[in-house]
């Protein structure tokens, strides 16, 4: 018995051997090599994270029959250190409620919903259920919450026969993307979701029945665009005893260079709703490159890290982006943070710790670029994390930064223009972008808000993308680009004097697929 066990635990891991998979998986044009992308069809926004007995799960919304967006269901990846992901089966697939849109999921440990079977706690799904034909008939009612429940380690799932547990009776046209959490203070379970143009806060005691506490934001931040997928947090400021609240808030057109990008508000929460400690006109983005959409945190995770996970991607050209077989990917998971700032308590980020397991030998004979003598003899042939220091202190450098490059002549740009303190992407001519007017018809800008004389910079650079964390994170910008070749060079560039690199290094990444 115990070798028939054994003979079968070999056989389903030789099915997904990485030795049969072959040389084109994971290796397509395009492919994101130290990010997650769904293996074929289409994915965005990242839903129902929870850390549970040793696995970070990630679900997402996919759709398994195309590679545009299509009848939603939860697809299903875990992983042991946030880097590493290993595929499931899809985990919820539409039902007579409806699509299963944007959620969360909660380790439900005292079994208050009832709903524990056998030894493992319970995980709990709340999602939007998108009701098609009520939306063609324009009822306004297309939009309920449902929750599902799963008692072997999120593994399978099983519906909640009372669905949807907050039906919409008020015909609310936006009502979607619930983000739970356990209310330690007040011993209940919160929920909040995106109503419109603003947010609204539940509370429940057993998960199933919910009752309206408050709501947060009609007047308050950007209203570009329609509230989406929100999330809400305590995070301690750094160096202080302080604990501040974070609401994150996406919007799906509006953002600071156009189209989706993600807002937030820091201030504090009572159990019942939300006080911004901002004035209302205050806008904050949490990244100012158009690829970090409906980003949310993990649940549960160990030692309260508060760790993020965007959809790298925006609604404005996301399924027109030339890539075959998938579409979209995840940004790298992010730990979160607050930090007192000149201009106030400011969320910062960086990818978190793990990502440095992925560094190979790094790149020798630096220096050369620090001198000046040489521009730039960085060579890659995959992905790269580079660290940077830039000295403004007595530079008359009017633009700085750094170029990506192929022998197509296609260029991708970043870098600081010094009087107007701005940091820039610019991929008018980093390769394919016919396929959306929207894609790179302009730079793009981040403030820097920062006020050291030196620029630290944190570039993360995949086939597809640049994750670029300056000033410790404060400032982020992430970026989607398609070279018709894959970069092959990194050089650093200055307009009107000398570029001054006090400290480089870099380091070749490895492929999380292989
Ligand atoms: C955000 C979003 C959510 C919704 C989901 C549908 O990108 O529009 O509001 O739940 O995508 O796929």
Redesign the pocket.
Known sequence: MKNLFLLTIFISSLHTSFAQRPESWYNEPHRPQIHFSPEANWM??PNGMVYYDGEYHLFY?YYPDSTV?GP?HWGHAVSTNLTHWTHLPVALAPDKHG?I???SVVVDKNNTSGLQKGKEAPLIAM??Y?DPEKNKAGTNDDQTQGIAYSNDRGRTWTKYSGNPVIPNTEKIK?F??PKMFWYEEGGYWVMVL?VGDHVRFYKSDNLKNWTLTGEFGKKEGSHGG?W??PDLFPLKVENSKTTRWVLLV?L?TGGPNGG?ATQYFVGTFDGKTFVNDNKAEDIMWIDYGRDN??GVTWSNTPDDDRIFLG?MSN?QYAQVVPTSAWRSAMTLPREMELEQTPAGIRLVQEPVEQVKKLRGKPYGNLKSWVSGKDAGGLRIDGPVEIELEIDLENSVATELGMELSNARGEVFVLGYEVATKRYFTDRTKAGKHAFSPDFAKTRHYAPRTATENELEWHLFIDRSSLEWFADDGETVMTELFFPSEPFTAVTFFSKGGALKIEEVEAWPLKTIWK
């Open positions: 965005n926004d919304q967006w939603m699509y849109f944007s959620g999602f939007t998108f936006d979607r993307d995106a329609v989406e997928c996406s799906g989706s959409y409906a959809w609604w």
